[in-house]
């Protein structure tokens, strides 16, 4: 798909479609009164004739419109002006989207980037008009042997804004946000994919790609560099698979040199069983999305890439399968991870930790600005936040604040759980330093607790996706959450490190 941004009238011009919206009540959006008036009256009267009310969801399509240059003006139902905020601004573009992919023409150039939503700009407007558009088109059919071809695709979109000095700001913010949605796609790719294609190894053959087309670094451990290391629980839980673990190690390094890199962590489980504290069986095809955490780190890095951030990042992948073999850890088995600590594994089922646990120390040797984990960690996320925040927590509320704050920029939105002293003590062990489970109550706090314990030596925040990270139901699916979050936060970190740049003397 081409994309373009514009600034002119409506009425003027060229284009298969014109797409325009329409609030409850018949209510023109200002777009939609231009070329009502160039029309004579033509959208009012069919308005007044009842065709359409302007509720959210509907459409008409109109040809043969007076007075216009477009081929055809497309009304899009917005609902009622006052409760127009973000959810209802992305419902109306996914509806245009939608439509303009059934009707014959190519192209399509929408005036609802131009619709005012409360508190936000031009840019944000923008951006996830881009993101949207890709969500509304994404189709993920590789594995059909026949593939639903639409007849005549769309394949340029213009999105129009107000005033031509903002399309300096638009066209930047396009960028952006074709970069956020190509790394949501990479994240959901990977996500759809089953467990018996997407493997340890083939996200580290991912890996290696992105790094040779972006030009970034890569280094892939393999089970025996991870011996050495003593990454001992990521192993116990490779213990019970034939399929061999990886640790992926993906560098983008366009910052300062020398200046301490974000370093961000990917649970990279392929597929989850439960190991020998099996899972029961419904629903279990849907432990194929428990690497959506490493998804979303190598499609934020994707598109910090493509935006040129002038940071340095550093994307840490720990990846297995967690399965029931014969050699596979036991419930009771005591490891010894990475850092020193013991561990005594009561539930096999609670992998991610044990996995996490060995990249936090690991990340140690990188020297990090600060730590972000991400992980589809643990059901009782999913009871707490449901689909539609993602679990943070933190050892450092600075951080801890501006995840919050691109999660609320990027309409990708956490929310913060307490991580107190309190909750630590559900961790004892008879046995060993701390056990890998804390019982039913706080399940995403005690499983961040047993987290914060390797993650001592640097400003950490741990992301929660258990909820985000994909859709369960009719339309099953990874969503590519939380890229877009994690993109503005590096974005907002780029911005920091321009502003902090020592100036150059004038000569
Ligand atoms: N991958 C799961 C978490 C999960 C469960 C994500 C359901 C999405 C939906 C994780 O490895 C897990 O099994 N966690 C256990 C932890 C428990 C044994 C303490 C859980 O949440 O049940
Ligand atoms: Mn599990
Ligand atoms: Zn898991």
């Given at each position: 798909m081409e994309f373009s941004i514009k600034s002119g009238s409506p009425e003027k011009q060229r284009s298969a479609c014109v797409v325009v919206g329409v609030f409850e009540a018949r209510k023109l959006s200002a777009a939609a009164e231009i070329v009502d008036h160039a029309a004579t009256q033509f959208l009012s009267d069919i308005l007044r004739r009842g065709d359409m009310e302007g509720k959210a969801g509907t459409s008409l399509l109109l040809h043969?419109?007076?007075?216009?240059?477009?081929d055809r003006i497309l009304l899009v139902g917005l609902g009622k002006e006052r409760e127009f905020h973000e959810k209802e601004y992305r419902a109306a573009i996914a509806c245009a989207v939608r439509q303009l992919n059934e009707t014959g023409g190519f192209d399509g150039t929408l005036y609802l980037t131009e619709l005012n939503v409360k508190k936000r700009d031009v840019a944000w407007k923008i951006r996830q008009a881009a993101i949207v558009v890709q969500e509304t088109l994404y189709r993920f059919d590789r594995l059909k042997s026949k593939k639903e071809e639409?007849?005549?695709?769309?394949r340029k979109l213009t999105f129009c804004v107000n005033?031509?000095?903002?399309l300096t700001i638009a066209e930047t913010a396009l960028a952006q946000g074709l970069a956020i949605a190509e790394g949501m796609d990479l994240a959901k790719n990977l996500g759809n994919l089953p467990g018996n294609i997407c493997t340890p190894s083939y996200l580290a053959e991912q890996a290696s790609l992105l790094g040779s087309t972006l030009g970034l670094g890569v280094e892939i451990l393999d089970r025996g560099d991870m011996e050495k290391l003593g990454m001992n629980t990521l192993l116990s839980v490779a213990r019970g698979s034939t399929e061999p673990p990886k640790f992926i190690i993906l560098r983008h390094e366009s910052?300062?040199?020398?200046a301490k890199p974000i370093v961000l962590i990917g649970k990279g489980i392929t597929f989850d069983s439960g190991g020998i504290s099996l899972k029961p069986g419904l629903e279990m095809d849907e432990m194929k999305y428990d690497m959506c955490g490493a998804a979303s780190v190598l499609g934020a890095i994707k598109a910090a890439a493509m935006m040129k951030l002038p940071i340095n990042i550093i994307g840490v992948i720990p990846t297995t399968e967690n399965m029931p073999g014969g050699a596979a850890s036991k419930p009771g088995d005591v490891i010894t991870s990475m850092s020193g600590k013991t561990v005594e594994i009561l539930n096999t089922d609670a992998e991610g930790r044990l996995i996490l646990c060995d990249a936090l120390t690991y990340v140690e040797r990188l020297e990090p600005e600060c730590v972000v984990d991400v992980a589809t960690l643990t059901g009782a996320c999913v009871i707490a936040l449901g689909a539609v925040a993602t679990g943070l927590l933190a050892n450092d509320d600075s951080l801890a604040k501006e995840l919050l704050d691109a999660g609320h920029d990027a309409y990708d939105r956490a929310w913060q759980m307490p991580l107190w002293e309190d909750y630590q003590e559900q961790l004892k062990s008879n046995f060993a330093d701390m056990a890998n489970i804390g019982g039913r109550a706080a399940g995403t706090i005690t499983a961040a607790c047993f987290l914060s314990r390797f993650a001592e030596k640097y400003r950490w925040a741990h992301l929660d996706i258990a909820g985000t990270a994909w859709r369960s139901g009719k339309?099953?699916?990874?969503?590519?959450?939380p890229v877009p979050l994690l993109t503005h936060f590096l974005m907002e970190r780029a911005n920091r490190s321009i502003q902090q740049a020592p100036k150059r003397r004038r000569k």
């Open positions: 043969g419109v007076p007075g216009v240059e477009a639409v007849r005549r695709p769309l005033r031509r000095n903002e910052g300062t040199s020398g339309e099953k699916g990874a969503t590519g959450r």
